[in-house]
Nanobody, 123 residues
């Protein structure tokens, strides 16, 4: 069984910074793309940023230049550094891991989601 454990959310004033972390735990052989999504009140869940195992990144237009995604493959961990935060960034942020390969007790490939962490930006 694989779990994604998120941390780093909280309350911050506009213009401030937060760093989110998401660690994948379990008998993991490899992980494909990892990313962060967010869902604001009454809105759908949208992609914020994603990163491939080789480090290729993708960002939503709304966060380009302010957010940076990175990953540590040895630790099966993905990070999201959020700078110059705006009230419209307020949302629950979810970690996502695609193509997670486990071999114990059998070979399996599956996608996983974290439980979500609240980010609130006050004006």
């Amino acid at each position: 069984q694989v779990q994604l454990v998120e941390s780093g959310g909280g309350l911050v004033q506009a213009g401030g910074s937060l760093r989110l972390s998401c660690a994948a735990a379990g008998n993991i052989f490899s992980i494909g793309d990892m990313g962060w999504y967010r869902q604001g009140p009454g809105k759908q869940r949208d992609l914020v940023a994603a990163i491939s195992p080789g480090g290729t990144t993708t960002y939503a237009d709304s966060v380009k230049g302010r957010f940076t995604i990175s990953r540590d493959n040895a630790k099966n961990t993905v990070y999201l550094q959020m700078n110059s935060l705006k009230p419209e960034d307020t949302a629950v942020y979810y970690c996502n891991a695609l193509g997670v390969v486990t071999t114990i007790p059998e070979y399996r490939v599956y996608d996983y989601w974290g439980q979500g962490t609240q980010v609130t930006v006050s004006s």
